[in-house]
T-cell receptor
């Protein structure tokens, strides 16, 4: 079975540009979360989507947006890129939300490494 | 607010030595979940273990063992007879019971383990 797949794996952008990152969850997983991992740090929560709706958002500016499609795949969009946006962007999928969603094991993809020059 | 502290940023051990990775967490909730993930150089976070706040039993899985102590808010991870393949960054993470139905996982900064042959 395919795991969480992300594309592209690497990309280079310049300041002010826009980027779109894509994620396909594990089959049967309805929840997708996005995390940003700056070099030398742990992943930081950006968004969680479930059933095509945003369910939670971390402390990130409005330049960051995302959406989830009917097939549960997801896109992360970042506008007006800054040097500080250079990071590994990780997508994770899990089975469900709900009262026990805090217990969900997140399955991560290999990430998209973004470099902003 | 939830917080995870991994005081050891880098550890080097010689192969076959035992090594313990420390994790201390902060949370106001009585229901929460603790995780350990491994991140090899490829970048993909690999799930190792989940423990809920009501289960303080220690766990052993092969060469891996985990010691959860609520009294000291610690969830330490020990690798016995370390091997070169254990070299990676290890993250401790905390997930609280959801508010608004979403799951936000807070990661520590990670401990980079280098096992020297």
């Amino acid at each position: 079975d395919a795991g969480v797949t992300q594309s592209p794996t690497h990309l280079i952008k310049t300041r002010g540009q826009h980027v779109t990152l894509r994620c396909s969850p594990i089959s049967g997983h309805k929840s997708v979360s996005w995390y940003q991992q700056v070099l030398g740090q742990g992943p930081q929560f950006i968004f969680q989507y479930y059933e095509k709706e945003e369910r939670g958002r971390g402390n990130f500016p409005d330049r960051f947006s995302a959406r989830q499609f009917p097939n549960y795949s997801s896109e992360l969009n970042v506008n007006a890129l800054l040097l500080g946006d250079s990071a590994l962007y990780l997508c994770a999928s899990s089975l469900a939300r709900g009262l026990q969603s805090g217990a969900n094991v997140l399955t991560f993809g290999a990430g998209s490494r973004l470099t902003v020059l | 607010a939830q917080k995870v502290t991994q005081a050891q940023t880098e550890i080097s051990v010689v192969e076959k030595e035992d090594v313990t990775l420390d994790c201390v967490y902060e949370t106001r909730d009585t229901t929460y979940y603790l995780f350990w993930y491994k991140q090899p150089p490829s970048g993909e976070l690999v799930f190792l273990i989940r423990r809920n706040s009501f289960d303080e039993q220690n766990e052993i899985s092969g060469r891996y063992s985990w010691n959860f102590q609520k009294s000291t808010s610690s969830f330490n991870f020990t690798i016995t007879a370390s091997q070169v393949v254990d070299s990676a960054v290890y993250f401790c993470a905390l997930s609280e019971a959801p508010r608004g139905g979403y799951q936000k996982v807070t990661f520590g900064i990670g401990t980079k383990l280098q096992v020297i042959p």
